[in-house]
C-alpha cells in the first residue's frame, strides 16, 4: 500500500519547482506526482516581450493564457489527478503556498479522494477569505509592495497578475530575495527566479471556498511550518493552524517545523523528505490506522 503524494505548486510557479524534492522522496522510495494547474508549466504564457531585450510596452499588452482561469478550474483539474492517483493506493495531498487554497477546495469537494491532506506553509483560509487575511496583525511584517516593483501591466486591463521577474532592477531582485530565499545564495535566488513565469490567475475563491468541517475536516491533516518564511510569516501559518484545530477539534493538525524561507525547502529538500516519508510510514508497514 504505497501512497501518491500529490504535489500542488504556489503562485507562479509550476512543478518543476518539486524536481529536487521528487528526486529525494524517489531516493527514499516514495512515489509522487507534481500537478501543473492550468495555465501553468507548459500551459504558461511566455511571450517574445519577455524575452532579452525585453519589451516593456509589449509585455504590459501581451494577453495570457492564464486570463480566466478561475479556482474552480483549479480545482476541477486537481480532482482529475487526484482520481488517477487514487486508482492506485493511499493519496497524501501536498501543497505549498498559494496551492494550499486549491488544495482545500479539492478537499471541500471530494474528501473521498485524500487519506491525508498536508499544508507547507500553505493557505487554508478558516476564519477570513484570502485577501482578509493581509489586513490582519499577522500579516504586518509582509512587504506587500515588493511584486509591484515589478508588475507588468495593470491587472484588471490583463485580466491577470503580470510580474517581470526577469526585471534588472537590483531594487526589485532585492525585495523578491528578501520575501522568498533570503537565507539562499545569489545564485540559488535567480536560479529559482527563473523557474517563475509571469503570469498568475486573479482568483483565491470565496468564503465558500474556505475550509469545511464536514469534508475537509474529515481528512487527517499535517501541517509543515517553515520557521523563516517571510512570505506566509509563522504568526500566520500559527493563525491557520489554530484556526483549522478549532473548526474540528477532535481532527487537530499534526504540526512539523522546517527551518527556513518560503522557497529554501525546495531548494534543499532533504529534510522536507523525511517529514514527508514519516506521514507515508503507517501505510508502507501495512498500519490501515493512517495515524
Known amino acids: 500500500m504505497q501512497p501518491t503524494f500529490v504535489l500542488v505548486h504556489g503562485a507562479f510557479s509550476n ?11 524517489g531516493l527514499l ?6 500537478v501543473d494547474l492550468p495555465g501553468h508549466g507548459f500551459g504558461a504564457t511566455y511571450s517574445r516581450a519577455y524575452q532579452a531585450p525585453q519589451d516593456l510596452e509589449g509585455l504590459a499588452a501581451v494577453p495570457g493564457a492564464i486570463k480566466g482561469v478561475t479556482l474552480a478550474d483549479n480545482v476541477a483539474h486537481l480532482i482529475g489527478v487526484l482520481e488517477r492517483a487514487k486508482e492506485n493506493g493511499p493519496v497524501i495531498l501536498v501543497s505549498h503556498s498559494r496551492g494550499g487554497i486549491t488544495a482545500t477546495a479539492a478537499a471541500n469537494a471530494r474528501p473521498d479522494l485524500i487519506d491525508r491532506i498536508v499544508y507547507v506553509s500553505a ?15 499577522e500579516m504586518a511584517t509582509v512587504d506587500a509592495g515588493s511584486l509591484a516593483m515589478a508588475l507588468a501591466g495593470n491587472p484588471a486591463e490583463l485580466g491577470v497578475l503580470r510580474i517581470n521577474f526577469r526585471t534588472a532592477d537590483p531594487a526589485a531582485l532585492a525585495a523578491f530575495k528578501e520575501v522568498l530565499l533570503t537565507d539562499g545564495t545569489d545564485e540559488e535566488f535567480l536560479t ?13 475563491g470565496t468564503s465558500a471556498d474556505r475550509a469545511q468541517a464536514a469534508t475537509w475536516g474529515r481528512i487527517p491533516k ?9 512570505t506566509l510569516p509563522l504568526a500566520l501559518q500559527d ?4 484556526e483549522g484545530d ?21 531548494i534543499d529538500p532533504a529534510p522536507a523528505a523525511r517529514v514527508l516519508g514519516e506521514l507515508a510510514e503507517p501505510w508502507r508497514a501495512g498500519d490501515e490506522r493512517q495515524v
Request: hydrophobic content about 40%; some cysteine; proline content about 8%.
Open 246 to 266: 478549532a473548526l474540528t477539534p477532535d481532527n487537530p493538525y499534526d504540526v512539523r517545523t522546517l527551518e527556513g524561507s518560503h522557497l529554501k525547502w525546495l
Open 222 to 230: 499535517t501541517f509543515v511550518r517553515l520557521a523563516d518564511d517571510a
Open 239 to 242: 493563525r491557520l493552524i489554530r
Open 29 to 34: 522510495g516514495h512515489r509522487s506526482v507534481a
Open 123 to 137: 493557505w487554508c483560509p478558516v476564519d477570513l477569505d484570502v485577501n482578509d487575511y493581509y489586513a490582519e496583525p
Open 192 to 204: 529559482f527566479l527563473n523557474t517563475f513565469q509571469p503570469d498568475e490567475n486573479l482568483d483565491v
Open 15 to 25: 512543478s518543476f519547482c518539486f524536481a529536487p524534492l521528487q528526486a529525494e522522496l
